[in-house]
C-alpha cells in the first residue's frame, strides 16, 4: 500500500514539472479550398452536393460522360437531383444512393387479386451496378419471392415468408416468420422481381391482405412486425426510407490498361483502384496524407497535419510535410517530440529525468506483467468454466452415458476437446473452410495422427433438441458402410456442437454431372456403379442400421468422392430416426427444391420412400445431365422429374438421356433404368419400390454396361479427374436452385451458377 502511494506522489510530481515547461507548438496552418465542380459548372442541387465526375446538367459538360449528367428537376421544394429515372439521396466516393421500387400484390377475402406490380431495374450498358450492401427483401405471411436477373451468369434467388397468425410474428427479425431476407452478388446489373402467393393470403388476410418484395440497402431497413402488415402507407414509407445502393466506376478498363490511355482520370497525388464488380472500370483516390477531388485538377491537396488537434501528435514543434509531418523539440530541449514517446525535456532541469523515468518505467512494466497475468488466468478459469457449460449445455453427460450403457460400446467414437479442434484447424483459420451449407461452416483439419477430417461447426441448436441430436449422433456412429461418410465424434465444449466426419477429396457427384466441358472418367458404367453404390448405401440406412435412418435430403451434391472415385453419401444434418413399431412420422417439412417428395410435402409424413423419390430425380439426373431444377428452361422442362415422366410417357426418352449416356448403355438397359426412374417417381409413395429393390436392380445391371462394339474402344477409356470440388452440404460455400435447402418455417435461400 504505502509502494502505491509513492507511485502516486511521483506520478504528481512528473505532472507539476511537465506543465511549469514551455508549451509553446509552432505549426503551420495552410488552408486549402477543395475544388468540387468544373469551373462555372453548378456544385448543388437541392441539398445534395455534387462532385465531379458527376455534373449538374445534360450534355452540359460538366461531368465525366453522359451516365454521369444528373438532372436538377427545380418543380420541387427544395429541387430533386434525378439520373435518368433514379431520384438520388447521396453521392460518395464509390456509391450512389437512389429511389427503389417495390414489388405488391394485395388480395381480397376469397383470395382474389385486387392489386399487382413487379419489380425491376436494368443497369447493363451502365457504368452502375447494384452493390451488395443491398438485400433481398420479402414481407408477407402466405409468400414466395423469387428475384432473377444477371451478373455476366445466370443468377436466380428466392425467399419464403410463412406465419399463420400475427403473434408469431417478431418485431426486427427476418428468419422467414413474416418476414425473409437474402443477399445479393457483387456486380448484379439486372434484376427482376416477382412474388407468388401459397393460398392467396385466404388464411391470413385477416391480419396480412398484402406482401412487399424490394432489393434495398440492409441497414436501412427494419422489421416492425406484424403492424407493417395493416399499414396502409408501408410502401411509400419504406422506399422514402430504404434507397437503393448503386456502385459506379469510371469506363470498363482496368487501371493498368486505362494509365496507356489518353482518358485516364486520376489527378495529381492519386492513385488508381480497379472495381472488383467483374464488369472492369476503376475509381481515383487520394493518397495518404492527401484530401480533395483525386477527379478534377489540381487533383488531390495535401492535409496540414499540424492544423488540427486531432493529427497533431507533436508535444512542441509540428512541421507539415508533403503527405505527412515530423516533430521536434525546441532549443534548449531534448526528445523525440511525440505526446506519446518521451516528448521534449529540458535539458537545464535539475529533477533526475532519466533515474525518474527508468524508475517510472519499470515500476509501470511490473504492474503491467501483474496485470497481464492476473487478466490471462482469469481469462484461462472462465474459459474452463464455459466450455465445461457448454459441454452440459450441449448434452456432454448423456452422451457420455449412452456411450457407456451402449452395448458393447461405440469404440469409434471419440469426444474431442475444443483444444484439440482449435489445434487441428489452426483456431479455425478462414483457409482451412472447405464449405458452408444449410446447417454450418465445415473446416478441413489435420489431427495429431496426421488423419485428415472434416469438422462441422453447426448452427445454435435449440436445447429441447438436445437430446434427439446425442441419440442421432450416437446411432450414426455406429454406422459402418463404405459408402456413407464416416462420422468419427464431436465436441460439446463450444456454443455450438462441433461434428468431426471422414474427409472426402474428389468433391461432389453434382460437380462432375454438370462441369462444362464434361469428365471423361464419368462413362455409363460408372455411372451405374456410382448409383449402385448410393442406392446401397440408403439401403443400409433405411434397413440394416440399429435403427432405421432417413436421409430426407438425398441429392447429387450429397454424393461425394473419395480419391478412388468411390461413392459416399454425406450431410446427415436433416436426417431423421424412425422407430423400429413406426412406419412413418410427422415433421417439419425440409429438404431440396427438385428433390423433394411431393408427397411428403402435401402430408408432412415422412416415410423411407420419401429418399426413393429423392434418388429417382439423382437416377434422372445422371441419365440427362440436366439439373433437377432450372428457371431458365422453359416452362416444359423445368422440373427434371416432370419432364422425365412426361418424354417417358411420349416415347421420347433417347431424345433427353446425354450423349454419352445414349452412345454407351444398351437401349435395354436404358429401358430399365428409366422405369425405374419412374418407379421412384411415383407421386404414390405405396407404389415405390425400397431402395433395397431398387439397389438389387442396379447391381445386376452393372453386369451389362456397354454396347458389344464399344470393346474395341476400351482402351479409350482412362480415368482422369481435375481436382476442382462441387461443394455439398457438407462442403458448400454456393449452391444453384437444384442444391437449395427449403425449410417450409422459416427459410431463406440463394443461388448463383449457370443452368444447364
Not at 486549402?32 to 452536393?49: E, F, W
Not at 497525388?269 to 476503376?282: A, E, I, M
Request: with cysteine; hydrophobic share 35%; proline share 4%.
Amino acid at each position: 500500500m504505502q509502494l502505491l502511494v509513492l507511485w502516486f506522489c511521483l506520478c504528481g510530481l512528473a505532472l507539476m514539472l511537465a506543465t511549469s515547461t514551455d508549451n509553446t507548438t509552432a505549426t503551420t496552418t495552410i488552408t486549402k479550398a477543395t475544388t468540387i465542380a468544373k469551373p462555372g459548372c453548378q456544385t448543388r442541387c437541392g441539398n445534395l452536393i455534387v462532385p465531379y465526375p458527376f455534373g449538374i446538367g445534360l450534355g452540359s459538360g460538366c461531368s465525366i460522360g453522359e451516365w454521369f449528367d444528373i438532372t436538377c428537376n427545380t418543380s420541387f421544394y427544395p429541387p430533386k437531383p434525378f439520373l435518368r429515372s433514379f431520384e438520388i439521396y447521396g453521392i460518395s466516393d464509390t456509391q450512389l444512393r437512389v429511389h427503389n421500387t417495390m414489388a405488391k400484390k394485395c388480395y381480397n377475402q376469397t383470395g382474389g387479386l385486387v392489386h399487382k406490380n413487379n419489380a425491376w431495374a436494368n443497369l447493363l450498358t451502365t457504368p452502375y451496378s447494384f452493390s451488395e450492401v443491398n438485400t433481398f427483401t420479402l414481407i408477407g405471411c402466405d409468400d414466395l419471392a423469387l428475384i432473377s436477373g444477371s451478373d455476366q451468369r445466370c443468377f436466380t434467388s428466392g425467399c419464403v415468408s410463412l406465419c399463420s397468425k400475427a403473434e408469431d410474428v417478431l418485431k426486427g427479425s427476418c428468419s422467414g416468420i413474416g418476414c425473409c431476407q437474402t443477399s445479393m452478388p457483387k456486380g448484379l446489373k439486372y434484376y427482376f422481381t416477382t412474388i407468388s402467393s401459397l393460398k392467396n393470403h385466404t388464411s391470413v388476410w385477416s391480419f396480412d391482405p398484402c406482401s412487399y418484395a424490394f432489393l434495398g440497402e440492409l441497414d436501412s431497413f427494419t422489421f416492425r412486425g406484424a403492424s407493417d402488415f395493416s399499414d396502409p402507407d408501408f410502401m411509400n414509407r419504406t422506399l422514402a426510407k430504404v434507397p437503393l445502393v448503386l456502385d459506379w466506376v469510371i469506363g470498363n478498363q482496368s487501371c493498368i490498361e486505362a494509365q496507356k490511355s489518353n482518358d485516364f482520370v486520376c489527378e495529381s497525388n492519386s492513385y488508381c483502384v480497379d472495381s472488383d464488380s467483374g464488369f472492369g472500370g476503376y475509381r481515383c483516390s487520394c493518397n495518404k496524407g492527401y484530401e480533395g477531388n483525386p477527379f478534377i485538377s489540381p487533383g488531390c491537396q495535401d492535409i496540414d497535419e499540424c492544423a488540427s488537434p486531432d493529427t497533431n501528435t507533436c508535444d512542441k514543434i509540428c512541421i507539415n510535410t508533403l503527405g505527412s509531418y515530423n516533430c521536434s523539440c525546441p532549443h534548449g530541449y531534448f526528445g523525440d517530440g511525440q505526446k506519446s514517446g518521451r516528448g521534449c525535456i529540458a535539458k537545464n532541469s535539475q529533477f533526475p529525468v532519466i533515474k525518474f523515468s527508468l524508475g517510472m518505467g519499470f515500476g509501470f512494466l511490473s504492474i503491467l506483467i501483474g496485470i497481464t497475468w492476473l487478466y490471462f488466468s482469469i481469462t484461462r478459469r472462465k474459459l474452463i468454466k464455459t466450455r465445461e457449460k457448454f459441454f452440459q449445455q450441449n448434452g456432454g453427460l448423456l452422451l457420455k452415458q449412452q456411450v457407456s450403457s451402449n452395448e458393447g460400446g461405440v469404440e469409434s467414437t471419440k469426444i474431442f476437446t475444443a483444444g484439440e479442434l482449435e489445434k487441428a484447424t489452426n483456431n479455425y483459420a478462414e483457409d482451412r473452410i472447405v464449405g458452408q451449407g444449410g446447417y454450418g461452416i465445415v473446416y478441413k483439419g489435420i489431427l495429431p495422427d496426421k488423419r485428415v477430417v472434416a469438422i462441422k461447426k453447426s448452427r445454435i441448436m435449440d436445447e429441447s433438441q438436445i437430446e434427439q441430436f446425442i441419440n442421432e449422433m450416437v446411432i450414426l456412429t455406429q454406422v459402418n458402410h463404405r459408402n456413407v461418410v464416416k462420422l468419427m465424434g464431436c465436441c460439446l465444449e463450444s456454443e455450438v456442437p462441433l461434428l468431426v466426419y471422414e474427409f472426402v477429396s474428389n468433391g461432389t457427384l453434382s460437380h462432375h454431372i454438370h462441369s462444362r466441358g464434361g469428365i471423361s472418367w464419368l462413362s455409363w458404367e460408372n455411372r451405374l456403379r456410382i448409383a449402385a453404390e448410393s442406392a446401397g448405401a440408403l439401403a443400409y440406412l433405411h434397413s440394416a442400421a440399429s435403427k432405421p435412418i432417413i436421409h430426407r435430403d438425398v441429392k447429387s451434391a450429397n454424393i461425394l468422392l473419395d480419391e478412388r472415385y468411390t461413392t459416399k453419401i454425406s450431410d446427415f444434418g436433416a436426417s431423421r430416426l424412425i422407430p423400429l413399431d413406426r412406419a412413418q412420422v410427422t415433421t417439419l417439412v425440409q429438404g431440396t427444391l427438385g428433390y423433394l417428395d411431393p408427397e411428403y410435402f402435401h402430408t408432412s409424413q415422412l416415410t423411407d420412400k420419401s429418399d426413393v423419390y429423392s434418388f429417382g430425380v439423382v437416377l434422372a439426373e445422371l441419365l440427362t445431365g440436366k439439373k433437377p431444377l432450372c428457371l431458365e428452361r422453359t416452362q416444359e422442362e423445368r422440373n427434371l422429374a416432370a419432364y422425365f415422366i412426361m418424354s417417358l410417357r411420349e416415347n421420347r426418352l433417347l431424345q433427353i438421356l446425354e450423349p454419352r449416356v445414349l452412345r454407351e448403355g444398351t437401349l435395354e438397359q436404358l429401358q430399365i433404368v428409366a422405369e425405374l426412374v419412374k418407379k421412384c417417381l411415383s407421386l404414390n409413395g405405396e407404389d415405390r419400390p425400397t431402395m433395397k429393390e431398387v439397389a438389387m436392380e442396379l447391381e445386376g445391371l452393372r453386369k451389362f454396361t456397354k454396347h458389344p462394339w464399344v470393346n474395341q474402344h476400351d482402351h479409350e477409356e482412362t480415368v482422369s479427374l481435375v481436382g476442382e470440388n462441387e461443394q455439398s452440404d457438407l462442403y458448400t460455400v454456393q449452391l444453384d436452385i437444384s442444391g437449395h435447402l427449403w425449410t417450409i418455417l422459416p427459410g431463406q435461400q440463394s443461388v448463383d451458377v449457370p443452368c444447364k
